[in-house]
């Protein structure tokens, strides 16, 4: 694989997929957990009247809701393990970068740092222009 600006779009997506699908799930999740609760009144059928309080509580779904949910979170588990694999694979093409590259990702696309921020991070008297240019210098040389 070779390194060029669409790896760190695809890193950053990937990234951003990975926790977008965990807030999925987390939500799908919640739903499974909501308990329905009930309270009725009611009295022994025969003479004399005893007025009672009952308490029911279980879950609104239904088997076919079960279902639904089990599929949609295994869509989404697979959806998140997909978006890992992006994410580590193009983890792995910065990683071969040298640690100065490395470093101005890292600002610029993964803390989404100006860059003139990046220039300040990188220190040397560095101007955002120069680190921009730096990295495109390394992105055409590769």
Known sequence: MRMDKQIL???IDACELVKE???DIQALE??????AHICVKGSNPEF??????????????????DTALRDELKALSER???AEQIR??????INRAP?????????RYIKNMS????????????????IRKELDRFFEKK
Request: a positive charge.
């Open 88 to 93: 580590a694979r193009a983890q792995q093409e």
């Open 9 to 11: 779009k695809d890193y």
């Open 30 to 35: 919640g739903k499974k957990k909501q308990v």
């Open 80 to 82: 998140k393990r997909l």
């Open 48 to 65: 004399p009247y005893q007025e009672q309080h009952f308490s029911a509580e279980g879950t609104a779904f239904s088997w076919a809701d």
């Open 99 to 107: 640690a100065r590259i490395q470093r101005i990702i890292r600002f």
């Open 115 to 130: 860059w003139e921020k990046v220039a300040d991070r990188m220190g040397r008297g560095s101007t955002g222009d120069g």
């Open 21 to 23: 699908t965990e807030e």
